[in-house]
């Protein structure tokens, strides 16, 4: 019966054997199209992750992920004149994530918080959920915090070894070093002169390696540099002034030997750096420097021929020009000579001893010493002076006594410089410079009659006249005051004085140059700003008896010499 129905089935005409081997070719097609999908799905998985590993070959490590393992760009050492280390490199490590492998933002924030409290929790939490390869979240850790976060045990927290700058003298030398930001670059004070005569391009190149850079050795003595930053703090905090500075300079040479101002910074932690009140005074300041300027008034007439040492001027009378009225401080009501119009720092006799010479040939000398235009040394921090667009009578009258125009107390000493170094105006320079090569880049701006001239104006004014608290036993001093009324609401006021004091010593071979600034310093119990000869001189005073000796110059006691004029004609 079974056989029969199964006769029914088959279709009539129809061999078995032939429908078995039908089945046989379409199992076997099957199987073989499962092969090749099975090999399509391998070679496709392989060639993602192949595709993956050439895209990460080529991704940015310091975007994508933790950074390569070296130490940043190296800078050379900065030293003093003496070998002493103003700045040098040292390693500290830097704290970075990998968001992409971080499990619990909350968590890892939470934890660093109690080494670092100061984070900024907000945008730590964003740099941890943005999924980024690489971020940063703390730089330059102290040895101490690095330790207390890898002992955290963070998963995606890891450390970069890099370099950071360290300043031994701290802000005892700030304005003339200057600062790194935090990726060791220079910028400001010799920091920065440093990279822009190269040094950035050698860290681009990776060619700063540490072994291969010499120190860079300055002009500057850190024992001076201490005692004149010393000085300037404890005048700032005495006469109780907005702000005070020094500059001590190599007549010679043209080296700046110290120059410091406050207030100051401390540029291993510099969060005021930049401050509206941190600025340095002594060749970012611009200021009207008040009667130091008459130094270049009378030798402008001396040199001119047109005036001697016994030529008078009648300071009887006050000057009345352009609205405005010349008078004395204390004046003697008389007619002076010219060493009395210095020692008497007279305005009436200055006025008149720039009216000799004339408009135009006032303002070429002034520009010839250097005061009217921008300083070339080699810290960056260099303001640009100012003076009228057009120079008139009352322009000149004004600027004779140091009014009307502004300039720098790093110009001016570099000025008084010419006139004492036997006429020849030198830039200054942070760097060392011989003698020889001083006089190679220098400029003759006045006759040797003239520098004679000067020289014991200079030194009969500390004996006699208005420099007398300038002078040190010993040492030889001359120098001259400035008390300049500061410009309140577009007028000139009584009650503020931005006080200098240029000092030059020995003065029968001078070699070393002292100019300090003090910006309304107050006497004791009052609130009356003091002149020159009361703060800036007492300082200025107060370094050249501290400094002299280590800077070579043997004090005499006992027969100080008069001054004399050694060879005016």
Do not use: C
């Not at 200057?178 to 920091?191: F, K, M």
């Not at 930049?274 to 002594?282: E, G, P, V």
């Amino acid at each position: 019966m079974i056989s029969l129905l199964r006769r029914r089935r088959e279709p009539a005409g129809v061999d078995r054997s032939i429908v078995v081997e039908g089945s046989r070719k379409v199992t076997g097609g099957k199987q073989k199209n499962r092969v090749v999908m099975t090999m399509a799905v391998f070679f496709a998985i392989y060639g993602a992750i192949a595709g993956r590993l050439v895209y990460l070959a080529n991704l940015d490590p310091q975007s994508s992920g933790p950074p390569e393992s070296r130490v940043t760009a190296s800078r050379p050492d900065i030293v003093d004149r003496n070998g002493e280390v103003l700045a040098t490199d040292i390693k500290t490590a830097s704290l970075f994530a990998e968001p992409r492998r971080i499990v619990d933002a909350d968590e890892v924030i939470e934890k660093i918080s109690t080494v670092l409290p100061d984070i900024d929790v907000e945008q730590t939490y964003k740099k941890l959920k943005s999924g980024a390869g690489f971020v940063w979240l703390k730089r330059q850790l102290t040895p101490r915090q690095q330790a207390e976060i890898f002992q955290l045990g963070l998963p995606g927290i890891g450390f970069r070894t890099e370099k950071r700058r360290f300043y031994p003298a701290g802000a005892t030398t700030s304005y003339i070093v200057g600062l790194t930001n935090i990726d060791n670059q220079g910028i400001s004070g010799l920091e920065k002169y440093i990279d822009d005569q190269g040094l950035a391009d050698l860290q681009a190149s990776g060619l700063a390696v540490a072994k291969d850079l010499q120190p860079v050795k300055l002009s500057v003595d850190l024992r001076v540099q201490h005692i004149v930053y010393d000085e300037i703090v404890n005048g700032l905090e005495k006469y109780r002034a907005l702000a005070a500075g020094a500059v001590v300079l190599d007549v010679r040479t043209g080296e700046v030997v110290a120059m410091a101002s406050a207030p100051d910074f401390d540029p291993n932690n510099p969060y005021n750096a930049k401050d509206k009140d941190r600025l340095n005074r002594m060749s970012a300041g611009l200021y009207e420097m008040g009667s130091t300027i008459k130094s270049f008034t009378t030798a402008m007439a001396l040199d001119s021929g047109k005036v001697n040492l016994e030529s008078k001027f009648d300071a009887s009378r006050p000057i009345v020009i352009g609205g405005r009225t010349i008078r004395d401080f204390r004046g003697k009501g008389r007619v002076l000579t010219v060493p009395e119009v210095f020692m008497f720092s007279s305005n009436i006799g200055s006025a008149k001893e720039a009216e000799v010479v004339g408009v135009e040939g006032h303002r070429e000398f002034l520009r010839r010493l250097g005061l009217l235009t921008r300083m070339q040394t080699e810290l960056p921090e260099v303001a640009r002076p100012t003076e009228p667009k057009v120079w008139k009578k009352v322009h000149s009258i004004t600027a004779a006594f140091g009014h009307g125009f502004s300039t720098t107390p790093l110009q001016t000493a570099v000025g008084v410089a010419a006139l004492m170094n036997g006429g020849y105006l030198m830039s200054p320079t942070f760097l060392p410079r011989t003698k020889e090569q001083a006089m190679a880049s220098s400029t003759k701006v006045v006759q040797d009659s003239t520098v004679d001239a000067m020289r014991y104006l200079y030194r009969i004014n500390a004996e006699k006249g208005g420099g007398k608290r300038g002078a040190v036993p010993g040492f030889r001093v001359g120098g001259k005051t400035g008390t300049a009324e500061k410009v309140v609401n577009g007028r000139y006021s009584s009650e503020k004085n931005f006080n200098a004091f240029v000092a030059v010593f020995p003065m029968d071979d001078p070699q070393y140059l002292v100019l300090t600034i003090i910006d309304e310093p107050k006497g004791e119990n009052s609130e009356r700003s003091l002149t020159a000869g009361l703060s800036a001189a007492p300082i200025s005073a107060n370094i050249v008896r501290r400094a002299g000796v280590l800077l070579g110059v043997k004090p005499e006691f006992g027969h100080e010499s008069a001054a004399t004029v050694a060879s005016y004609q």
